[in-house]
């Protein structure tokens, strides 16, 4: 079973960004296609973007142009570059397969504030 570590989370401020990072354990990580999620509080869990295990990607439409998702199969490590944070964005960040089969990691935190 693949397990996920995601971090990279933090405070920041409107405007500005933040890497976020998942590492997986197994070399199976390079066939899979993988996504990052959030989930806002009170809200449900949405997918952000996927990425393939060829690099092909897409985007949720509340984040396209500003978020960037890359992975890097040397590493078994997947990202999330994002960038003019809005504090919609604010949310745990989780990453998974897409669609999701794996089990939930712990999520990194993102707090966009003033």
């Known amino acids: 079973q693949v397990q996920l570590v995601e971090s990279g989370g933090g405070l920041v401020q409107p405007g500005g960004s933040l890497r976020l990072s998942c590492a997986a354990s197994g070399s199976i990580f390079t066939i899979l296609t993988m996504g990052w999620y959030r989930q806002a509080p009170g809200k449900q869990r949405e997918l952000v973007a996927t990425?393939?295990?060829?690099?092909?990607?897409n985007y949720a439409d509340s984040v396209k142009g500003r978020f960037t998702i890359s992975r890097d199969n040397v590493k078994n490590t997947m990202y999330l570059q994002m960038s003019s944070l809005k504090p919609e964005d604010t949310a745990v960040y989780y990453c998974?397969?897409?669609?999701?089969?794996?089990?939930w990691g712990k999520g990194t935190l993102v707090t966009v504030s003033s």
């Open positions: 990425i393939t295990s060829g690099g092909s990607t």
């Open positions: 998974n397969t897409g669609p999701a089969s794996l089990n």
